[in-house]
């Protein structure tokens, strides 16, 4: 493959001497879990994101399962409340309801930015909703001051979740003032699985929240449910983020700012460069700042979405699909009611993600030749 789809060796080795002197200090510390690396780490991420208490934890889903327990344990979330929440999410948005006996209220969305459709949404709102989770997916900021505001005053918990779009930024300001996402409703969860954004070298999340109370619970959660030592005041978990990967995520943080800058040229270098009829690109918004953890083209018909793929690997061209089974289909969720959500089933039949991890706008505009030649 002359442009792999991904090759996580290349993005990594890029700042192999700084991980390499990271893991000696670690090894050398003595000190693997509750260290100064995983308390730097977040402090480094609340500064980026302008903000908040960050608790580094074990993974994205994680993340999101210290959230909404957190909130049960405070009396925020019961059994049986039901969350709205976009349907051509990653299913491990929803898992976590599942897990709490939470209702997902599966919404459409909005078909320029895949993420959730607000106005639908409202429509959705019922006397037993009690949280909204708003998915940037692809790295898309999802936000609509006007309407969330308005959910806000009613009651709503407004939950991120942040795991494809660190350092995005929403057109208007949140609930407290930062554009940028993961600190724009209560709480949020991020991942740095090592394919997002910010990924680290193997599993890590985090929670950002402004709610200190919450993130002491989360804390506390994560660690077995103790608030100091051998003093558990909840039935917790073992959700901690290992010292050599807050580490690791140190200095990966770093570059992350020329990573999205680089990411940005390689959309609008995409966009600019393919117009094939056969494909829709996705909308280059002026007024947020989209991160592109993925690069999405939508075929317009799903007939040739197969023939299209094939075509790009003969010419050595990787492509992805996210996501090829949207969350309701999967046989785990067999069980789960939800209206018909035919856009969802739609996009999942025609999405192709193109390369955009190890690319450059040079890279793109070849890539989008042969997009262009193809019919
Ligand atoms: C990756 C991802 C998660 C899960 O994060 P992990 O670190 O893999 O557990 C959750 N939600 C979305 C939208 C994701 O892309």
């Not at 429509?123 to 708003?134: E, P």
Request: glycine share 8%.
């Amino acid at each position: 493959m002359r442009y792999p789809f991904l090759r996580l060796d290349r993005s990594v080795l890029g700042c192999s001497k700084e991980l390499e002197q990271a893991a000696s200090r670690v090894i050398k510390s003595g000190r693997y879990l509750h260290g100064p690396e995983t308390e730097g780490f977040e402090q480094e991420l609340a500064e980026l994101c302008g903000g908040g208490y960050a608790v580094g934890v074990s993974n994205g889903l994680d993340a999101l399962r210290l959230i909404f327990r957190a909130y049960i344990e405070s009396g925020h979330l019961q059994k049986g409340d039901e969350i709205i929440v976009p349907a051509n999410t990653y299913i491990a948005s929803i898992l976590p309801l599942m897990e709490f006996g939470l209702t997902p209220v599966l919404v459409e969305p909005d078909n320029d930015d895949f993420c959730l459709d607000f106005g639908l949404a409202d429509k959705f709102m019922g006397s037993r909703t009690k949280g909204v989770l708003l998915v940037h997916l692809y790295g898309n900021p999802c936000w609509n001051r006007e309407i969330i505001t308005r959910w806000k005053d009613a009651g709503m918990l407004i939950i991120e979740d942040n795991a494809q779009a660190i350092a995005a930024e929403a057109a208007q300001d949140g609930l407290h003032g930062s554009r940028m996402t993961g600190l724009l409703g209560d709480a949020a969860a991020f991942s740095f699985y090592p394919t997002k954004n910010l990924g680290g070298l193997g599993d890590g999340g985090a929670v950002l929240t402004c709610d200190k109370e919450l993130a002491m619970t989360i804390k506390a959660l994560a660690n077995y449910g103790s608030d100091y030592r051998y003093h558990n005041i909840y039935c917790g978990y073992n959700c901690r983020l290992d010292e050599i990967q807050a580490a690791f995520l140190r200095v990966r943080l770093r570059c992350l700012s020329e990573d999205t800058e680089r990411r940005r040229m390689v959309a609008e270098t995409y966009s600019e460069s393919i117009y094939n009829e056969a494909v829709k690109t996705p909308k280059i918004f002026e007024d947020r700042r989209q991160v592109w953890h993925q690069y999405p083209i939508h075929t317009i018909e799903p007939s040739i979405r197969q023939t299209l793929r094939n075509y790009l690997s003969d010419n050595g061209i990787g492509t992805d699909i996210h996501y090829a089974t949207p969350p309701h289909l999967q046989p785990c969720m067999k069980n789960l009611h939800h209206k018909p959500l035919p856009l969802t089933e739609s996009l999942a039949e025609r999405e192709i993600s193109l390369p955009i991890a190890n690319i450059t706008p040079d890279d793109a505009r070849i890539i989008s030749q042969y997009i262009n030649k193809f019919h």
